[in-house]
């Protein structure tokens, strides 16, 4: 059970522990190393974050590889970033997906392969919650609801006025943005690099998705 006191980091080495491998997810030109230098190197919210959320966004805290329990399963949604911010009067819970080459992992269809109980409870709460159909369509990505489900709970949980789930990339070629798109497309949203889309919730919470292009410059320097 992961504790509920933090300890802020001394620069991106301090984001390399929290890491399921520290060896092997921490290398040049991978999503770890990138978003844990870029994060570091920001005052606040990276541009290209502050860009979508808009332009007087303010980073109260950043938390590095941050894991929201969700029903179904003892395994944890662990949230590359997972950040809270404000925009003037209003504060937002963010869960951020750092990637490069990586892809989103599996489809709905193949995690749904011989499924657990635990499993089916999990997805139909997130499908609840994103006001959804269950099953979803079997081509889409797992790992986008979850990750989007849990910016959705740390929302409720923190009571901010917003939730918003932004994949930061740092592929120059915007490698997997088409898979993105697809399941932007679930809410009625065509998806855009760098912009701010909103979809209300069914429970009234109103949920910001985003795509990031991170600075290239992050995969290749070392700091």
Known sequence: MMSKILVPTNGAEGWRALLADPIKHWKIGYSAYATAQCWEAANGFPREIADILGSYAELL???????VAL???SRESQCDVFALGRTGDETIAISVEGKVDEPFGPTIQEWLHNPSDGKIK???????????????????????????AAAVAEAHRFKTDHAAMIVHSFSQEHRWFEDFSRFCELFG???K???????NLPDGQQLI??????DERFLSEVF
């Open 61 to 67: 805290l950043a938390i590095p590889e941050h894991k």
């Open 71 to 73: 029903p179904g399963g």
């Open 122 to 148: 999990r997805l139909k709460w997130i499908c609840e919650i994103l006001g959804q159909q269950y099953p979803p369509q079997h081509q889409l990505r797992y790992q986008l609801f979850h990750r989007t």
């Open 189 to 191: 949203v065509k998806a």
């Open 193 to 199: 690099r760098g912009a701010r889309h909103h979809v």
């Open 209 to 214: 998705l985003g795509w990031a292009t991170g």
